[in-house]
Every structure is written in C-alpha cells, then in structure tokens.
C-alpha cells in the first residue's frame, strides 16, 4: 500500500504525540511509591514505546526515500 506524504508525515506526528504521553506516563508510574505495584503498566508502555519508535524510524526512511529524485 502506497502512502501520500502528507500521510506519512501526519502519522509520524500523531507517533510523536502518542509517544511524548507514554514517556510521561513512564515517568509517572516510576515516581509513584512502590512502583513494583505497575510492573506489568510500565512493561507496557515501553514496548509500546519502542515499538512506535521503530514504526517512527521506517516512517522516516520512507519519507527520505521519497525525497530522492
């Protein structure tokens, strides 16, 4: 399926959103007391975390390879 770049730039800045939220709530449940109680939340967001990353990164490749005449 072939994506328009305006397509593939909004959905790496709906990524990025996405992205700043799951770090925030990262650091928050690590600053609770006891956060053992949120191991299974924060393994969570982090592989969400790298797993937008890693949808981020193709994203640019994408859009690099585009710009290439």
């Not at 800045?13 to 007391?33: F, N, V, Y």
């Not at 890693?54 to 490749?61: C, D, F, K, T, V």
Request: with cysteine; hydrophobic share 35%.
């Amino acid at each position: 399926m072939e994506y328009t770049q305006e397509e593939l730039t909004e959905a790496a800045r709906q990524i990025d959103s996405t992205l700043h939220k799951l770090r925030e709530t990262i650091g928050t449940l690590e600053a609770k007391p006891q956060p053992e109680r949120y191991k299974s939340q924060l393994t969570l967001a982090r592989r969400r975390v790298q797993a937008f990353e890693l949808a981020n990164g193709l994203i640019a490749e994408k859009l690099c390879g585009e710009a290439k005449p």
